[in-house]
């Protein structure tokens, strides 16, 4: 374990990464929004306060906010930042106050100006997970057992070295990585796997191992492992073509991560303080910073995959939550009353809300202060 950075870089790395990223999310939005001529009201970054902004010529307010927890971007006809329309205000709009209101703009503009956040943070993800493997290429080895660990599961259930790993529960792998990232995510998971040995092949039926393993700077995570081993892996160069489709692969592989991660918390296989929080997030930042520009950047990719991955969970007043209306919308050929609409936004917001408080109560008693 090495020396955690200052205090000071932890700020630092917080702002470089949630701000750029946030500020990309929400003028993907714009961008969306002013090419169907919706009409802006205001772009923050930051929420509560204005520290500093402008107006411009056609009328939106870009403003600089207190509070460096996010952003938004409000349109003509919204009632807050959180985009709950207006009832009343929709209610009394004459034909010509509805020009550039985005809640008298087609149903499908409406979708996807509120799908281009998450899709410009996919974006991200994907250009920086490209650059990377264009600049560095990939790591690759067989999925063929070189060695065991010792106390291997994979021993004990009748693997033998020089066996081919060629599916995991029916699913087939062709590289070693594959299994690796594939294991570690169901510590404790009954699994089967398909070895090719001498030509033939047989389904091996085990349970994977859990440990907890903790990184340089001491943060523990729960992975589980079978206790196999390859031969020395190798960098393997890869075209701009390749990098690119091998972004879409990753940025899959960090979602499904995602999805099994919230699914294991919720049925109680995984304990609710893997959550993390602003305060968790700024920790990492800084520990990723103080490991030099590569490494924040890549967190970064993470940290963007993670934003679009929330934003489309359809809690209203996030960004899923939205499209779950227009699909309700699509559905019944009107959409649902405004004041329905805003009943279940404000629910919406009661939720994102209580549910950060939880997580920054857990990052807070996660600090060494109280001994966590």
């Known amino acids: 374990m090495i020396e955690s950075p200052p205090f000071w870089l932890y700020i630092v790395g917080f702002l470089l990464l949630l701000g750029p990223l946030v500020t990309v999310h929400e003028f993907g939005h714009y961008l969306v929004g002013r090419l169907f001529g919706v009409g802006v009201e205001a772009f923050s970054v930051g929420f509560g306060k204005e520290v500093a902004g402008f107006t411009d010529r056609r009328g939106t307010r870009w403003k600089l906010s207190l509070l460096p927890l996010g952003g938004y971007c409000q349109f003509k006809g919204d009632m807050n930042p959180a985009s709950i329309p207006d009832a009343d205000a929709i209610a009394a709009m004459g034909p010509g106050d509805r020009d550039g209101s985005f809640h008298h703009a087609p149903l499908w503009q409406r979708a996807l100006i509120v799908a281009a956040g998450p899709v410009t943070n996919l974006i991200v993800a994907l250009a920086i997970f490209a650059t990377f493997n264009a600049s ?6 067989p999925p063929v057992i070189d060695r065991f660990a010792e106390g291997s599961v994979a021993q004990a259930a009748g693997l033998q070295i020089g066996d081919r790993v060629v599916a995991l529960d029916g699913a087939p792998v062709d590289d070693f990585m594959t299994i690796k990232q594939e294991v570690a995510l169901y510590p404790g998971k009954r699994m089967v796997l398909t070895v090719e040995r001498d030509g033939a092949r047989q389904d091996i039926p085990l349970t994977t191992g859990s ?4 990184d340089k700077f001491g943060n523990e995570s729960r992975i589980g492992l ?9 960098m393997v160069p890869m075209g701009l073509g390749e990098a690119v489709s091998h972004a879409f692969v990753q940025s899959g592989q960090v979602i499904d991560m995602m999805i099994v991660g919230v699914g294991q918390i ?5 304990s609710v303080e893997e959550l993390g929080g602003p305060i968790k997030i700024a920790k990492y930042s800084g520990e990723q910073l103080s490991l030099g520009p ?12 993670n934003l679009a991955f929330i934003n489309l969970l359809p809690i209203p007043a996030l960004d899923g939550g939205h499209l779950a209306f227009y699909a309700a919308e699509a559905v019944r050929r009107k959409p649902i009353g405004a004041r329905g609409q805003e009943m279940a936004f404000r629910a919406g917001v009661a939720v ?3 549910l950060m408080l939880f997580v920054t109560i857990n990052d807070l008693l996660s600090l060494p202060i109280f001994g966590r």
């Open 266 to 270: 919720v049925t109680g296989q995984r």
């Open 352 to 354: 994102i809300l209580a």
């Open 136 to 141: 560095y290429g990939r790591v690759e080895a």
């Open 226 to 234: 079978l206790g196999i081993y390859a031969v020395e892996p190798r």
């Open 211 to 214: 440990t907890t393993v903790s």
């Open 294 to 305: 590569q490494a924040f950047v890549w967190f970064a990719a993470l940290i963007s995959l």
